[in-house]
């Protein structure tokens, strides 16, 4: 039987050989982190190894990483009214978020439901610089959460033009670079951002482990999601996932060594990929098309064509990819990044993500574009019986 085909790196990405060694040597090791005898000491140091390698994806300094079990969780752990800085200890009054924030960014943390207010985005699904600015103009204190590329379209934000905006009107600015990662670069300074969420098994590391990374020293939060025993400076108790935070620090430091070869090589891919589809299904309309993307993201959609049936035939061919919204319930719902976009009921439905990664070839390329032309050719034939049109 062929080899599958995963083109689903959104969703998760494939566990770099660096991290799957780090997380095997941490398994090895006994200690508590927090204990002060040497097998104590043994796993502390991989987690501060770990904090510096994390710091560096993002130019940050270690001591602003807070380690978190997922991105979700750091998304919340941002979203907090009662965060502080040294200028501005009164709780902030509002938050803005884009109109395409990923769920956990969508369910607002620990704001109440009528002080939260969405940005739209344009055709493209880039964030409204215009909208931004005016909407900060209603706040006094506002913290604002913009996610750096988007994890269905991949399209690219302007967070330094927002930062500066953000900053102008006396805010703060969250980023979830959760799908920017490791695939542009990504420095909190040229961001200007306050607050950077980031997630392990995005990059290349293994699911459960993700950061809050901290600008500077003076963001403070009083009302840290899970107390206890004091870790991550009192941010986050819980004695800390040892090996998943190795495992992060090494996938953290391969990312960034190998950024520009892979993203070449991921752009160069997902051209050919773009360019078969095109000859294949001329009528087929890539979201986000006029605006930066990530280099291995494709969102499209073919009139007609059933995403969930679509993804159920390329899983039968050997070839896996996703909906827009993959849905931890595994059902697929309307995209409400599709819908911010102002895209037509019928071709929402339509929408499949093809996400590639550093180890996609030129071959699972071609197998993608030859179980695209079978089912993209039946589904449309069948579409049109349906419909009544002769095929
Ligand atoms: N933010 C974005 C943009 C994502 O795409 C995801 C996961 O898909 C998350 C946050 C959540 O990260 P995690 O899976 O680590 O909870």
Same mark, same amino acid.
């Given at each position: ?158 967070? $330094?033009?927002? !930062? &500066?905006?953000?900053? +102008?009107?006396?805010? *703060?600015?969250?980023?979830? #670079?959760?799908?920017? /990662?490791? @695939? ?62 190795? $495992?992060?620090? !090494? &996938?953290?430091?391969? +990312?960034?060594?190998? *950024?520009?070869?892979?993203? #070449?090589?991921?752009? /160069?891919? @997902? ?79 339509? #929408? ?40």
């Amino acid at each position: 039987m062929a080899e599958r085909v995963y083109f689903d790196w959104n969703a998760t990405a494939l566990l770099r050989p660096q991290a799957r060694q780090a997380l095997l040597d941490a398994l090895a090791l006994t200690g508590n982190p927090s204990s002060v005898h040497a097998e104590g000491r043994a796993a502390r140091h991989l987690i501060e190894h770990a904090r510096e390698d994390v710091a560096q994806l993002v130019g940050a300094r270690p001591a602003g990483v807070i380690f978190t079990s997922s991105g979700t969780e750091a998304n919340a752990l941002a979203l907090s009214s009662a965060i502080e800085t040294a200028n501005e200890k009164r709780p902030r009054d509002r938050l803005f978020m884009s109109a395409i924030e990923h769920s956990s960014v969508r369910a607002s943390g620990r704001f109440p439901r009528e002080a939260i207010e969405d940005i739209p985005v344009d055709a493209d699904g880039r964030l409204k610089l215009a909208a931004l600015a005016e909407a900060l103009g209603r706040a006094s204190r506002p913290l604002v959460s913009i996610m750096l590329a988007n994890n269905e379209t991949g399209v690219v934000q302007p967070v $330094a033009e927002a !930062a &500066a905006i953000v900053h +102008a009107a006396g805010g *703060l600015l969250h980023v979830d #670079a959760v799908q920017a /990662a490791g @695939r542009i670069p990504c420095d909190v300074a040229a961001l200007g951002a306050d607050l950077v969420t980031l997630s392990a098994h995005k990059i290349g590391g293994a699911k459960g482990a993700g950061a809050l990374v901290r600008a500077g020293d003076d963001i403070h939060f009083p009302d840290p999601l899970i107390r206890g025993g004091g870790q991550e400076r009192g941010l986050r108790a819980g004695t800390e996932n040892v090996a998943g935070i190795a $495992a992060f620090g !090494a &996938a953290a430091a391969a +990312a960034r060594r190998q *950024l520009a070869d892979e993203a #070449a090589q991921m752009l /160069a891919m @997902r051209s050919l990929l773009e360019e078969g589809l095109g000859a294949i299904s001329p009528q087929a309309v890539i979201f986000g098309a006029g605006a930066e993307r990530l280099p291995n993201t494709t969102l499209f959609a073919l009139d007609g064509v059933n995403a969930e049936t679509a993804i159920i035939a390329l899983d039968l061919e050997g070839v896996a990819v996703s909906s827009g919204a993959a849905c931890s319930s595994g059902k697929v719902q309307p995209s409400h990044v599709l819908d911010a976009m102002g895209v037509s009921a019928s071709l929402l439905r339509g #929408a499949v993500r093809v996400s590639l990664g550093w180890t996609t070839t030129q071959a699972d390329v071609a197998r993608f574009l030859g179980a695209w032309r079978k089912v993209s050719g039946a589904l449309s034939r069948s579409s049109k019986q349906q419909r009544g049109i002769a095929a």
